[in-house]
């Protein structure tokens, strides 16, 4: 090989590292099914319950978090139930994403179905038993409350179904994506659920056909998608030139996004297709300014 070729690869594979080096890599990436379950607290000592740690508690990656302490699956076979338990400083939310099952909350007992969602306080115990003949699978969410915040116990169990909640246009995010607001913080009004001390928004997105959500980013807040339903082009991050970077996505990716990063959806949905959903939260960082709502 003569000399100028093995300059000129040289100068390649510089050029090449260095856009990598440049590249913002703001976030982490995984896919539900490829996740394999590990013995958690929601699962300890128990039977027909298992964890799947997306981002979080379980996780190799568990430190670039900052607000958010745990995102996974936790999936419960007929017959079986989840560990009881509580935690006295994080808040959580539940998403039924298949099945029905029996929430354990607090002395009380509840009925949970698909598309429910829920806000469960920190301090009081919970769990999941699944009385029905096919498996319940609940997405669980977790939020550090920081020290020295005070909280107040909601009067009664926050609960209530997406189904239920309707659709709106939000004007900055453009006409083809439609949102349902699930929970919000407690100063709320517009959400189904005002809860919340950390996490500020649990919403899903609807997307018409070939429907966008328009790229963006949040500077203060850590924000997690998960593609319940559909296929398209996930953007996370931005390249070296500062093009968006999409992600060709199928149901159940899982993408958490680091404060700043770059973030959109491009539906590969066509007309007479049922609509791509996502599941989207996001959450304050500790001692940042708490977002207006």
Request: proline residues 5%; aromatic residues 8%.
């Amino acid at each position: 090989m003569s000399t100028r070729v093995v300059n000129r690869t040289a100068v390649l594979l510089m050029a090449a590292a260095a856009c990598l080096a440049a590249a913002d890599s703001g976030f982490m990436r995984r896919q539900v099914s490829d996740v394999q379950p590990r013995a958690d607290d929601l699962t300890a000592n128990t039977k027909g319950a298992s964890y799947k740690a997306l981002f979080g508690v379980g996780d190799s990656e568990a430190d670039q978090l900052k607000a958010v302490v745990r995102y996974g699956e936790l999936t419960v076979a007929p017959g079986g139930a989840s560990a009881v338990v509580s935690y006295p400083a994080e808040e959580q939310i539940y998403f039924v994403t298949e099945g029905s099952a029996t929430l354990l909350y607090a002395e009380e007992k509840a009925q949970v179905k698909k598309f429910d969602f829920l806000y469960l306080p920190a301090g009081v115990k919970h769990g999941i038993a699944n009385t029905s003949d096919a498996p319940v699978q609940v997405i669980v969410m977790g939020y550090q409350i920081p020290a020295g915040r005070t909280v107040e116990l909601p009067s009664k169990l926050m609960l209530a179904n997406a189904d239920d909640v309707p659709l709106q246009i939000l004007g900055q995010h453009g006409p083809t994506t439609q949102f349902k607001l699930l929970i919000g913080l407690t100063s709320s009004r517009r959400d189904k659920l005002a809860a919340a001390y950390v996490m500020n928004s649990l919403f899903v997105m609807d997307f018409a056909p070939g429907g966008t959500n328009i790229p963006h980013n949040h500077a203060a807040e850590e924000e997690i998608y998960l593609l319940v339903r559909g296929s398209g082009d996930m953007v996370a991050g931005r390249d070296a030139a500062g093009k968006d970077v999409r992600h060709p996505v199928t149901q159940g990716a899982a993408f958490f996004f680091k404060p700043g990063t770059q973030v959109g959806y491009y539906s590969n949905a066509k007309e007479g297709m049922e609509h791509d959903l996502i599941l989207a939260v996001r959450s304050n960082l500790p001692g940042g300014r708490v977002r207006p709502q």
